[in-house]
């Protein structure tokens, strides 16, 4: 009997977003006949884990890796260790801590590295300085997963080869999403009964591009009054944002109510959803949104034209298009019967496309291939033209 492929994903995170539902339900779905999923999660400072809590509920095997600063060289024998002691065959990381203690640790044990890249934010100095050695760290990986073909090209741009990037979409499973909505969310919020809610999820955080969503808002109410405004989340923006909606007079029509974990809820009870970042990868609450069969106005960055069809699922813009998003606000604020085909078109189209089974079999063949290679080459690992 074939003993099975024994993959471990390493991510640093104490939250549970759209990445950490992508690994949770890739864990869950993935071929237990051929493959062993083991979860590594740095657990820093002490911090309460809510994916590592969700993916012990769930009967995944789960490692937590205790540290005050992942980047600490203690850290790599911690994680060299445990890739040894659980026979590792292949690791993943996720983010830039995970892509360079990995890719450390991957050198240090022949142990070849899978690197999964979503994007990057650059929100502030040290979240820039990161980034660059995640990029430089990228050129290294013995592959390198993109979410979208937009972020494959970021990759390709930084010299790493063609043949060691794949495309692999994040994925949304349309049997687990929510179907009931909350008839009382336009109480919740203190909107009217009959308010159209333009609703965003996300970071408030300067990739996300929130003051624009704002300007657009002032535009749209200045030629529909029934047009209200949320977006749920958090960040280090807030007090900017609040400042932003008050000198516009919009305190009560433009809301921050904070992040929901029931957003797949919440989705269903909202009208529009809008996403003008600077920049994504794939981003997943647009799949959410389709999902809930709503139609979305968002930014042509990233892997988000991958998702939304123009004209079709959705309307696109450039991140400082402001006034054309307001005019797509208000075109679908005018037409009940657009805002049903286009968010019916999305849903359609996600379910074609963007399927968990599509997902995890692109990556089971990611899997046997490298896994294959390593075993035709003894220990050891690719690295440019040498071997270690």
Known sequence: ??????????????FYGGPEKQILT?????????????LISFIENGQPNQLVEIARLN???????HVQNPFDPITIVRIVGILRKLNIHLLCAHGYKSNVIG????????????SISRGWTAENKRIRLYEKLDKLFLRFANHVVAVSHGQREKILALGVSPDKVSVIHNAINLLEMHTKSYPSLRL?????????????????????????????SKEVASHNQSVYFVIFGEGFLRPVLEEQIASMGLTRRFL???????LQVVLHDIDIFMLPSFTEGLPNVILEAFAAQKPVVATRVGGTPEVVQEGISGFLTYPDEAALMANHILALAGDPLLRRQMGTAGY???HAEFGFEKQVMMYEALYKALSSSRRRNGSSVAF???RL
């Open 1 to 14: 009997m074939i003993k099975p492929i024994c993959i471990a994903h390493l991510i640093a995170t104490n």
């Open 26 to 38: 890739h864990a869950l779905q993935l071929d237990k006949a051929h493959f062993r999923f083991v």
């Open 59 to 65: 009967g995944v095997e789960v490692v937590e890796v």
């Open 103 to 114: 890719r450390i640790s991957s050198w240090l044990t022949g142990i070849p590295q899978i």
């Open 188 to 216: 919740q919020l203190g909107f009217p009964d009959d308010a159209l809610i333009v609703a965003s999820a996300g970071r408030l955080s300067p990739e996300k591009n929130y003051g624009t969503m704002i300007d657009v």
């Open 256 to 262: 921050l109510p904070g992040f929901r974990t029931d």
């Open 348 to 350: 359609d189209y996600i």
């Open 384 to 386: 440019g033209k040498k």
